[in-house]
């Protein structure tokens, strides 16, 4: 019996677009299963804190094809989910803002066995697609008023 492949990935997942889709389906071709954590909004401080809760987040990550299961991220941790789901692979975004080595060094100081990846970038396809959470904000701000990032 071959044992399951365990892949996990993760990110905001604001706004869902084609890019979101992308990433997830490179993502799930590293293994045979694939679990997303979705980020909690008091750990996204890289950029504006998204618009919708993160269990909404979480269940518009889980109703994709190619997610096996999506998970709340741990409020503190970021390893909590990780023990939790002992994968084999972490897959990181196209441009996500960790480092492989950072994530790699960290998972060996915690004893824990998984390679790190990273995912292929989803070009637009068509003259006006978005494929960024913060760009479909911006637009919406910009068609129906208001002033940005509130
Ligand atoms: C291996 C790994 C585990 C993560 N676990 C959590 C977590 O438990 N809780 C959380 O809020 N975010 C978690 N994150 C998400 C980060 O907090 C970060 O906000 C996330 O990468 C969102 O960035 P992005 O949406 O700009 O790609 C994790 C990220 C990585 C790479
Ligand atoms: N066009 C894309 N192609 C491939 N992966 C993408 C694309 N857009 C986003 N991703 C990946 O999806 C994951 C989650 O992205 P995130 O939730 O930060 O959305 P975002 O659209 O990148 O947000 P924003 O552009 O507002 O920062 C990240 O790892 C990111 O690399």
């Given at each position: 019996?071959?044992?399951m492949t365990r892949v996990v990935a993760?990110?905001?997942?604001?706004?869902?677009?084609?890019?979101?889709v992308h990433y997830l389906e490179d993502a799930a071709t590293y293994g045979d299963e694939l679990h997303a954590?979705?980020?909690?909004?008091?750990?996204?401080?890289?950029?504006?804190?998204?618009?919708?809760?993160?269990?909404?987040?979480?269940?518009?990550?889980?109703?994709l094809a190619a997610v096996d299961?999506?998970?709340?991220?741990?409020?503190?941790?970021?390893?909590?989910?990780?023990?939790?789901?002992?994968p084999d692979v972490i897959v990181l975004g196209f441009?996500?803002?960790?480092?492989?080595?950072?994530?790699?060094?960290?998972?060996?100081?915690?004893?824990?066995?998984?390679r790190?990846e990273r995912a292929s970038?989803r070009?637009?396809?068509?003259?006006?697609?978005?494929?960024?959470?913060?760009?479909?904000?911006?637009?919406?701000?910009?068609?129906?008023?208001?002033?940005?990032?509130?």
């Open positions: 019996m071959v044992p993760q990110g905001t997942f604001d706004l869902l677009h084609p890019g979101h954590i979705v980020a909690r909004r008091s750990n996204v401080t890289h950029k504006p804190a998204p618009i919708l809760c993160a269990e909404q987040r979480r269940d518009m990550v889980s109703a299961d999506a998970h709340l991220g741990d409020p503190e941790d970021v390893f909590v989910p990780i023990r939790r789901l002992d441009d996500q803002h960790h480092d492989e080595g950072q994530i790699a060094d960290a998972l060996a100081e915690r004893g824990i066995d998984c790190v970038g070009e637009p396809r068509y003259e006006d697609e978005l494929l960024s959470s913060g760009d479909i904000i911006d637009r919406i701000v910009r068609r129906r008023g208001g002033c940005g990032d509130a």
